[in-house]
């Protein structure tokens, strides 16, 4: 947990809670703040498996997975280029549009690149870098005008930024636990201009709905659509794929998050609820998917 990403308050938040799960279950749990005494750390402690909870960069980009498949323990998530892969916001597009998927039209932005090369892209727009997570340096952008200080924005927390075409419609977010899709949530954010940094750390009105306003064929389909993406890009064990719905009632992948939080207000743990599932069945069911690696 922790790291010395961005999310480093999220990860702790959501490791203390993962670290209380187990111990509360009898599990001889200890907790690892990661820092640059950590490999030391892993081969001391002789651990059995690792619950990685580690947000952002670092964590879910696969590097502490490289670590710990080098150091023979078994972890939770995905494994190495699958973590690589889903941190990475522009790639991801390109593998998921390649096998088919919608995703929102994109613009992989580098530097010395002008505006020009959004000439016949329709506002509004979501600029953000290409590797971080929390919506950290996202914004909304409804005209030409506010493009570059967004790009600014994007670009002081990576060199790599992604523009996309804003989809007009729900937000929605599918949970996947050991294989199996959990009910899908709507998110509306009603006294924000999108699902940011404080709408979902915050009370602040946002609006989480599980179940919602999909059919349950609607559900059924968005649950199978989860799964492929999930496992086009390797993915395993637990994850979470976000979709925007437009008003013809088409699904759009906007990203996939290989270490979700597992905060008090984190979205597995409210649609885990609607199943019958507590945070410690959630916790458990996660750290069991080690035991077939």
């Known amino acids: 947990m922790g790291g010395t990403s961005t999310e480093r308050e999220i990860s702790l938040s959501s490791g203390q809670g993962v670290l209380q799960a187990l111990l509360d279950a009898g599990v001889d ?17 002789q651990f059995d498996r690792a619950f990685v909870i580690l947000h952002g960069r670092d964590g ?10 080098t ?18 916001k522009y ?5 998921a549009q390649g096998a088919g998927f919608k995703t929102p039209r994109f613009l992989f932005w580098q530097k010395g690149m002008t ?34 200080a967004a790009i600014e924005k994007a670009s002081s927390y990576h060199d790599d930024v992604l523009i996309e075409e804003w989809i007009i419609g729900g937000e929605y977010t599918v949970p996947i636990i050991a294989g199996r899709a959990l009910p899908s949530i709507k998110i509306s954010t009603p006294n924000r201009e999108f699902y940011d940094l404080t709408a979902k750390y915050t009370v602040c ?7 919602n306003d999909l059919t349950a064929d609607e559900e059924a389909f968005l649950g199978r659509l989860s799964l492929e993406i999930f496992e086009l890009l390797g993915c395993r064990h637990w994850g979470r794929v976000d979709f925007m719905r437009d008003k ?8 996939l998050n290989t270490v979700p939080g597992m905060t008090p207000t984190s979205l597995p743990i409210k649609s885990a609820k609607t199943v019958g599932m507590t945070y410690q069945d959630l916790v458990l069911d996660i750290l069991a998917c080690t035991l077939t690696q």
């Open 71 to 88: 150091l023979g323990i078994p972890y939770t998530g995905s494994g190495i280029a699958a973590s690589a892969l889903a941190m990475d």
């Open 205 to 211: 009105g946002t609006v989480y709905e599980c179940p």
């Open 248 to 255: 013809q009632g088409e699904f759009y992948l906007i990203e």
């Open 115 to 148: 505006l020009s090369a959004l000439d016949d892209f329709h506002f509004p727009l979501a600029v953000k870098p290409v590797h971080e997570g929390s919506s950290f340096g996202v914004s909304r952008v409804n005209a030409i005008e506010e493009l570059e």
């Open 91 to 95: 790639r991801t597009k390109l593998i």
């Open 60 to 69: 879910e980009d696969g590097k502490i997975q490289a670590v710990l498949e």
């Open 29 to 45: 749990a200890h907790k690892l703040d990661v820092g640059q005494d950590s490999i030391d750390e892993l081969k001391a402690g």
